[in-house]
């Protein structure tokens, strides 16, 4: 198995992984929700236990959300181990990478290594692109969709039901949201890797790279 086998062989598995964990994480806090509801409407209630109610009806969402940011987080993690590894047989760019630590930078240095024009790629960017945006949206702006909201990701929310168009409340994730990110993350890392084998083919993902 060379090292492009290995790489790409890890990187499915720990998507896989992830995903796993967090829907399992994800259905277990769901279960914990509806006792807790369950708990504070079949018993005698006082003004605080009421608000404890409203409190879980709310806790799916908030436990979603944060699952989001995590997968996020880890698909960010992955991308730049991508690049560290690219960036081995193109020292120019070692010290840049020590400096960053943003997607869009690693999206940047790569560019300057290998075209991202081609369709799937540049697609799959410009949805990670709006994954991100949902990520911010949770991080910096306790969830409430801020009017500076590009109207791509404004379209994504809405039509696959995150937000109300009614309301200015909280956007509520899905976990199909989280899984479609982590597809998508995937595929662009493994379409990347492919990507440098086809532009390097005596590279660090050939079959005849010594490691």
């Known amino acids: 198995m060379n090292y492009k086998q290995q790489f790409?062989?890890?990187?499915?598995?720990?998507?896989?992984?992830?995903?796993?964990?967090?829907l399992v994480a994800i259905e277990a806090g769901k279960a914990l929700s509806d006792f807790k509801d369950g708990f504070f409407i079949n018993n005698d209630?006082?003004?605080?236990?009421?608000?404890?109610?409203?409190?879980?009806?709310?806790?799916s969402s908030i436990i979603k959300n944060s699952f989001l940011v995590t997968a996020y987080s880890f698909f960010e993690y992955s991308f730049?181990?991508?690049?560290?590894?690219?960036?081995?047989?193109?020292?120019?760019?070692?010290?840049?990478?020590?400096?960053?630590?943003?997607?869009?930078?690693y999206h940047s240095l790569v560019t300057n290594i290998l075209p991202l024009s081609?369709?799937?790629?540049?697609?799959?960017w410009g949805r990670l692109v709006i994954y991100r945006?949902?990520?911010?949206?949770?991080?910096?702006h306790n969830s409430?969709?801020?009017?500076?909201?590009?109207?791509?990701?404004?379209?994504?929310l809405a039509v696959d039901n995150y937000i109300d168009p009614e309301n200015s409340g909280p956007i509520k994730i899905s976990g199909n949201?989280?899984?479609?990110?982590l597809d998508v993350g995937l595929r662009f890392l493994l379409n990347l890797i492919e990507l440098y084998d086809k532009h390097y083919p005596e590279g660090?993902?050939?079959d005849n790279y010594k490691f």
């Open 144 to 156: 409430i969709v801020p009017g500076n909201t590009t109207s791509k990701t404004k379209l994504v």
């Open 177 to 181: 949201l989280i899984k479609e990110m």
């Open 8 to 22: 790409s062989q890890i990187l499915e598995t720990q998507f896989s992984n992830c995903e796993k964990s967090i």
């Open 204 to 206: 660090i993902f050939s």
């Open 80 to 105: 730049r181990k991508y690049c560290e590894i690219i960036v081995t047989e193109h020292s120019g760019f070692k010290r840049k990478l020590s400096d960053m630590d943003k997607v869009y930078q």
């Open 133 to 140: 945006e949902i990520r911010n949206i949770i991080v910096h």
């Open 118 to 124: 081609e369709s799937v790629i540049s697609e799959d």
């Open 45 to 59: 209630v006082n003004t605080h236990a009421i608000e404890e109610v409203h409190f879980y009806s709310f806790t």
